[in-house]
């Protein structure tokens, strides 16, 4: 089981038990999935000798628990509603786990195509004696590294940097690529939306609320705008939606986003907005990736095509030279 199926295991049982009645200590000794089930024990022990509150022991765990949940428990113990903040907690990581396996079953068909002509190329290129079999090895196990290698280098430049800190650069250039960029910006403000509607619903003030979402964020520069409308809104006081306008980019142009924004604060339906503004880029984004999902594995496939027809052409070049001579 993963880390996020695992939380949300946690996060809906701690629920389930403090909606019931159950007291904390009582209900950190359950049978939870590795890792939660060590951790919570030990910080049962821990509040039961009156070591800290819950919130400040989750920070000891920064690798398993992120500033999000730690704050968002920490709140819910002062304001009574740990129930409300362990439901949010399980339906948001839950999300994130559905997310995942989405765009992982999005990128497996064009990982596949990837994959065999990176191994199919090289083999060509050896039928022709374009090159040696050592060469055409080591040119497969190069493509077939290069995804690797550039997943490694940006998730370990994330986890040095923290949450929503990501290359300034880079971040800015995936949002300038057509297809992935717009998905990208979907995807972060999904998350964005899904989790200030958390931190709200759980009583955390506007401006701590918009930096706690934003440190969800995937993409730095999408994370360093939220952080902006925080600053914004707490220095200004302006409503929300003002902040959104001013930082956002051009999604702050669009008439309707900042229509439902702004009749959401005018109703007093702040929380149900943001959910609903999630459950809209959340669409958005699944549909971009659907989209992309037929058309990225066409292109593959016919740039595949192109290039397995030319060297039939060189090959069918070689043969006819090799007969011509044979026959002078």
Known sequence: ??????????????????????????????????????IAREMADRVEHGEGDLGRLMEE??????????HLVAVGQQTGRLDTVYTALAEWFDLLARLRSEVISRL??????????????????????MTSPGGALLQAVAALGLPVGVYLVLT?????RGPGRGSGVLDLFILQ????????RKLNYARFFRAYALALNAGVHVPAAIR??????????????????????ETEGCPFVEAFRLHSGSLGHDDLVTTILETGEEAGNVVETAQRMARIYW????????????????????????????????????????TSGLLD
């Not at 690529?177 to 990208?184: K, R």
Request: with cysteine; hydrophobic share 50%; glycine share 4%.
């Open 177 to 184: 690529i057509p297809v992935l960029g717009n998905t990208s």
């Open 108 to 129: 497996m068909y064009p990982a596949f195509m990837y994959c065999a002509a990176s191994v199919l190329i090289p083999f060509i290129q050896v039928f022709l004696d």
């Open 1 to 38: 089981m993963n880390l996020l199926k695992a939380k949300s295991q946690f996060y809906y049982s701690l629920s389930t038990l403090v909606d019931a009645g159950v007291i904390t200590v009582r209900a950190l000794r359950q049978n939870y999935p590795q890792p939660f089930r060590r």
């Open 212 to 233: 706690l979402a934003a440190d969800t964020c995937t993409n730095g520069v999408l994370a360093s705008r939220f952080r902006k409308m925080a600053d914004t809104v």
């Open 283 to 322: 669409e958005e984004a699944e549909q971009s990736m659907q989209r992309a999902a037929v058309i990225v594995p066409l292109l593959v496939y016919f740039a595949l095509i192109l290039y397995m027809a030319s060297m039939i052409l060189k090959l069918w070049g070689v043969l006819m030279g090799a």
């Open 61 to 70: 765990w920064p690798r398993v628990f992120s500033p999000m949940e730690t």
């Open 156 to 160: 370990s430049g994330r986890r040095l």
